[in-house]
Each structure stands twice: as C-alpha cells, then as structure tokens.
C-alpha cells in the first residue's frame, strides 16, 4: 500500500498522492504556480525561478500536510487505491468521493 506521510510524518509527494490531491493542491496553490509560471514564461533559464517554484513546491506539501491531518483515513483509503490501480480515477470513484466528503474543496 502506498504511504501518505514518512516516518518523520512529512508528506511523501508521490504519484498517487499528488493526482488524488491535486484538485485541493490546485485550489490552494493557485497564486504560487500562477507566479512559478509566468516567472518560467518571462525567462526560460531554471535558475532565475527556482525561489518560485521553491513557493509552489511549499504550498503543495502544506496542502498535503493539511489533508493528511485532517482527513487521514479517506486519503489514505484513496490514495491507496489510485496506487493500487495505477492512477485511474475511473476506479477509485467511491473512494475519491470519501475522501471529497471528509475534505471538500474549498
């Protein structure tokens, strides 16, 4: 099964739990990767946005964090199955619309 959080209970930014936290992570980030992305437009050299993509990075694994505190049993129930399913939403409708119920969007 696919852990949430590490030992240290940091958040473990994997596949599967990015895609089934990623309609909250778009929610809550929205002016963090609005300005990690017009930083990357204006000037395609990495360096120049690494302190915006270090704010995006941030918000996203505060948003985990967040989730996985305060929804802990749903988001583990879904995130184990997108992992066990390889991502397809599809297939993990009941337990997504769990995990929406207990953390709705906002």
């Known amino acids: ?3 949430v959080v590490d030992a240290a209970g940091e958040p473990m930014p994997t596949s599967s739990v990015l895609m089934s936290a990623a309609k ?6 929205i002016p963090e990767n609005v300005e990690f992305l017009k930083c990357k437009k204006k000037d395609p050299n990495p360096e120049k946005c ?3 993509g270090r704010q995006a990075t941030r918000c996203a694994l505060g ?3 967040d989730l996985y505190h ?3 049993d749903p988001m583990e129930g ?5 992992y066990y399913h390889t991502n397809e939403f599809d ?3 009941k337990e997504q619309q769990a995990f929406e119920k207990a953390c709705p969007l906002e």
């Open 50 to 52: 690494l302190d915006k």
């Open 63 to 65: 948003v985990l964090k």
């Open 78 to 82: 879904y995130v184990g199955c997108m």
């Open 24 to 29: 909250h992570i778009e929610i809550k980030c």
């Open 91 to 93: 297939l993990c409708r």
């Open 1 to 3: 099964m696919a852990n």
């Open 70 to 72: 305060r929804c802990k």
